[in-house]
């Protein structure tokens, strides 16, 4: 008797937990590039998470190569111009 | 209401991050001491990552994940300690060929390496703090794509 109840206990937690989890699962895949074109699909959450540790890897490896030419460009043109560039582009 | 806050506060302020960001970067201008170019590139990246975590408060995880570590770099530097005790992971990645037969960790935990103090999460929260990274590492590199088009015109 009250292992049936604790096990319907649990049940009815995980049912809601599962619940939680494929929302902010759909979320995530929003997120994503590809959500366009995929927004009619359901995709496993196994599937949105190894695109999502690869959408991650890809933007570190972005940040790093904009880091590097940033460096190189800063290093070359004058302080005061690019200040100015940036801010207009950034204003407009 | 409390969806309508949580979706205000995850969208990136993109005027805030680019304080922050230009404000490193005139910094970084001013000392031109720093004569090496890989010197130069590591610390824009650190600044990067910093103004990103500044612009997206001290609420989430990750944020203050990135600061601590941006923190324990910078002064472990100024007082004249090795930078090598700690694992330099996050700033310095590179590509291990990992061996096929070993044991391969499920999504979750490969995720929970990527995103910056998630170590100990569990799913649900895992996912949250993920969606919310995403959106402001995507604007941080939309923002220095920004920048980097306009100085190299």
Request: glycine content about 2%; proline content about 4%.
């Amino acid at each position: 008797m009250s292992s049936r109840r604790s096990r319907s206990r649990q049940s009815s937690s995980s049912r809601i937990t599962d619940e939680q989890i494929n929302d902010l699962v759909s979320k995530l895949q929003a997120l994503l590039p590809e959500a366009g074109i995929r927004s009619n699909e359901r995709v496993s959450a196994a599937s949105v998470l190894q695109d999502t540790c690869n959408y991650i890897r890809s933007l570190h490896q972005e940040a790093n190569d904009l880091s590097e030419r940033l460096s190189e460009l800063l290093a070359t043109t004058d302080a005061s111009s690019a200040q100015a560039a940036i801010i207009r582009s950034l204003l407009m | 209401m409390n969806r309508k806050n949580s979706n205000k506060s995850r969208n990136p302020n993109k005027p805030t991050l680019a304080f922050y960001f230009l404000r490193a970067l005139a910094c970084i201008n001013k000392k031109t001491s720093m004569a090496s170019y890989n010197q130069r590139s590591g610390t824009i990246k650190r600044a990067a990552y910093a103004s990103m975590a500044l612009a997206a408060g001290p609420k989430r995880a990750w944020s203050r994940a990135v600061l601590c570590r941006v923190l324990w770099w910078g002064s472990s530097r100024l007082h004249g300690f090795p930078t090598r005790r700690r694992p330099r992971a996050f700033f310095h990645r590179r590509v291990r060929v990992a061996d096929p037969k070993l044991r391969e960790p499920s999504k979750a935990d490969v995720l929970r390496r990527l995103v910056p103090g998630a170590k100990a999460m569990d799913l649900s929260r895992l996912l949250e703090e993920t969606a919310h990274y995403i959106q402001y590492l995507r604007a941080q590199v939309l923002l220095m794509q920004n920048v980097v088009g306009s100085v190299s015109d």
